[in-house]
């Protein structure tokens, strides 16, 4: 079975440009997070979806925003870049008992 | 609001000897979940192990096994017969029990940097 898949997995983006991340959740999930890990920092909780339903939301601007489609499958969009969001975005999918797989990331570098 | 603190931010072990990385936390929950992940240099988050706060046995898998100590709020971690391949960075991380419509929403520490020495 396939694992939790995210795209892109590098890019970079000029301050003040949007930038959209992509996750596929594992086959069977239906729930979803963003995490933002910036470097030499432990993951921060940025959002939760569940079926389709936003679940929870941490202390992120409202620059970032999220959804989550019918196939359980998420987007991540942040607007107005700037610097300080350079990061690895890491979307996990949340299994039977409460048990959560993270993808490989996306590395998003803003110049 | 929960914290979790890893006191250790590097750390060195030889080839086949035995490790621990420790991990406190602090919260008024009664039912939540502790967890090690590992992130190599790739930056893969990947599961190690998990432990749920109601149950008393402590979690093994494989060379991997904790030491959960309820009351005292701490959370270590044994490697057994360290390999090369275990060299990465080891963040703890808390969870509430995620009832009915609640978030589940991780809480990490800022990490252990483990290097396995050949």
């Known amino acids: 079975d396939a694992g939790v898949t995210q795209s892109p997995t590098h890019l970079i983006k000029t301050r003040g440009q949007h930038v959209t991340l992509r996750c596929s959740p594992i086959?069977?999930?239906?729930?979803v997070s963003w995490y933002q890990q910036v470097l030499g920092q432990g993951p921060q909780f940025i959002f939760q979806?569940?079926?389709?339903?936003?679940?929870g939301r941490g202390n992120f601007p409202d620059r970032f925003s999220a959804r989550q489609f019918p196939n359980y499958s998420s987007e991540l969009n942040v607007n107005a870049l700037l610097l300080g969001d350079s990061a690895l975005y890491l979307c996990?999918?949340?299994?039977?008992?409460?048990?959560?797989?993270f993808g490989e990331g996306s590395w998003l570098t803003v110049v | 609001a929960q914290t979790v603190t890893q006191s250790q931010p590097e750390m060195s072990v030889q080839e086949a000897e035995t490790v621990t990385l420790s991990c406190t936390y602090d919260?008024?929950?009664?039912?939540?979940?502790l967890f090690w992940y590992k992130q190599p240099p790739s930056r893969q988050m990947i599961l190690v192990i998990r432990?749920?706060?109601?149950?008393?046995q402590n979690a093994t898998e494989n060379r991997f096994s904790v030491n959960f100590q309820k009351a005292a709020k701490s959370f270590s971690l044994k490697i057994s017969d360290s390999q090369l391949g275990d060299t990465a960075m080891y963040f703890c991380?808390?969870?509430?029990?995620?009832?009915?419509?609640?978030?589940?929403?991780?809480?990490f520490g800022t990490g252990t940097l483990l290097a396995v020495q050949p």
């Open positions: 996990a999918s949340i299994g039977t008992g409460n048990t959560i797989y």
């Open positions: 086959s069977g999930h239906k729930s």
């Open positions: 979806y569940y079926e389709k339903e936003e679940r």
């Open positions: 919260t008024s929950e009664n039912n939540y979940y």
């Open positions: 432990q749920e706060a109601y149950k008393q």
């Open positions: 991380a808390f969870m509430k029990h995620g009832y009915g419509g609640a978030t589940n929403k991780l809480i």
